[in-house]
């Protein structure tokens, strides 16, 4: 009788999570058709939870460039191809800007900051932001004159190693790094700074715990993953040391604020909550500025490093012809360096460093390709198939440098590259980035000579695991002086 007794019980649950998923089902409209859900999981069985993105890429194929995936009982819509996203991020970019979820943040940040903020208060730290870091010179001189004393003692640190084999991931993490904390914190630290380095542990631990299958399975079924033990427990610690060591540094920018002479990101937002300080509906507060500090200084980091390590090609020839070996590296020169300008956008689309960006929301009811998409669901728009669609580059799978130049040799734009997303949600780091990437990249290479420990051709380029970001795997090579 015990186990007739479980039978039924079983029963009972089998049926009432199949009321609510058909109930679930009816409140979410027209989707887009799909694999068909199993309650509770969803589709998370049709799918290789180490390579969702590589599943979620090959479910497009069956299903065309926008189906329904259901991540455990969450419905999603997925958007593969440029054409599509492009549709959706750019062309109805208001509807599209919402923040989807990503527990693995969200546990931490519960939708603040500028990363994961929504609605208004997203709105007004994005304009605030980007205002801030143009009147720091993001984009302008002093900026590039930070950037391009960093890339020396990038350089320094790289004669050190004499020749000898060696990875680089640390002293690229460290010199990318630095330039968000100048603009954050207004100043940069030494490489053997232990604080620093404890910084740079854990923003690199949290990039790959993300990317790992702890990770996804997090990213899948948030509510029961945060309560099993696991590696992905160890995100959310990391991301309160973080808001820790930014807690010392807004401490120690209150005792010193000069409001007539703000010196860095910091002292900005702290004026700005004096202002904002009788608005009873401001969204400057302490807890916006430690989280939005957080998201910036995590962004800024671990990206440009990524991106370098995959990218030092042969591009000695036009960095002798055009800077010699004699001065520093500058923005001015770039536009004479069409081949080394394409190589750079290349390694950033070949690497392919955040392949779905961060999940998006619809903000509010639309029709969309004739679906019904309702506010709040969720969206993954998959950035890397607008920068592998064989309508928009010819040789997608490959290395290819000449995605990015015209017949004459000239740089040209593609609008498939969508390596920063695009749309309202497009990165305000972009700018910056190009410009750390372009005279980190160009200044390494005036100095040395790269030789590699194997042959070219063995070297694994498939990324470690992929998940939020592709982490490149570990490598070593020799860099011998010019």
Not at 116 to 124: I, L, V
Not at 405 to 429: H, I, P, Q, Y
Request: hydrophobic fraction near 40%.
């Amino acid at each position: 009788p015990m186990l007739s007794i479980l039978h039924i019980l079983l029963a009972i649950c089998v049926m009432c999570l199949l009321l609510l998923s058909t109930r679930k089902k009816k409140t979410w409209g027209n989707l887009p058709p799909g694999p068909t859900p199993i309650p509770f999981l969803g589709n998370m069985l049709q799918v290789e939870v180490k390579e969702l993105i590589k599943s979620l890429r090959k479910l497009s194929e069956t299903y065309g460039p926008i189906y329904t995936f259901h991540l455990g009982s969450r419905p999603c819509v997925v958007l593969s191809g440029y054409k599509v996203l492009k549709e959706a991020l750019i062309d109805k970019a208001e509807e599209f800007s919402g923040r989807g979820d990503f527990p693995a943040v969200q546990m931490w940040s519960h939708g603040n900051g500028i990363v994961y903020g929504t609605g208004e208060r997203w709105r007004q730290l994005r304009r605030f932001a980007i205002t801030t870091f143009k009147n720091f010179g993001m984009g302008k001189r002093s900026m590039e004159e930070r950037i391009k004393e960093e890339a020396q003692y990038l350089v320094s640190e790289f004669r050190k190693t004499e020749g000898k084999p060696f990875d680089p991931t640390f002293f690229l993490s460290c010199a990318g790094s630095n330039i968000i904390c100048t603009l954050v914190f207004g100043e940069r630290f030494e490489y053997t700074d232990e604080k620093f380095l404890t910084l740079l542990n854990l923003i690199n631990s949290n990039w790959k715990l993300m990317s790992s299958t702890w990770g996804q399975l997090l990213f899948t079924f948030p509510k029961i993953m945060r309560h099993v033990p696991g590696p992905h427990r160890q995100i959310y610690k990391n991301y309160l040391k973080l808001a820790a060591f930014v807690g010392e540094q807004l401490k120690m920018h209150k005792e010193l604020l000069d409001p007539n002479n703000p010196r860095d990101f910091i002292d900005c937002f702290l004026i700005k909550i004096q202002q904002e300080k009788h608005n009873p509906n401001t969204h400057f507060n302490d807890e916006t500025m430690s989280k939005t500090t957080v998201n910036l200084f995590f962004a800024g980091t671990e990206t440009v490093s990524s991106t370098l390590r995959y990218g030092l090609q042969k591009l000695h020839e036009e960095i002798d012809r055009v800077i010699g070996p004699h001065r520093s590296p500058c923005m001015e020169d770039r536009s004479r360096m069409p081949y080394t300008d394409a190589v750079i956008h290349e390694i950033q689309r070949f690497a392919d460093i955040v392949p779905m960006g961060v999940p998006h929301t619809v903000t509010r009811d639309i029709q969309f390709r004739g679906y019904t998409l309702p506010k709040d669901l969720n969206i993954i728009p998959l950035l890397c198939t607008a920068q592998a669609d064989p309508t928009q580059f010819k040789n997608p799978t490959c290395f290819d440098p000449s995605h990015f130049l015209d017949e004459n040799g000239r740089f040209r734009r593609n609008d498939a590259f969508m390596a920063f997303s695009a749309g309202k949600r497009v990165c305000l780091g972009e700018s910056l980035a190009l410009m750390e990437l372009f005279i980190f990249l160009t200044a390494i290479l005036q100095n040395f000579t790269l030789r590699t420990l194997v042959a070219p051709a063995e070297i694994d380029i498939t990324p470690e695991s992929s998940g939020l970001g592709s982490i490149p795997r570990p490598y070593q090579f020799c860099l011998l002086p010019r």
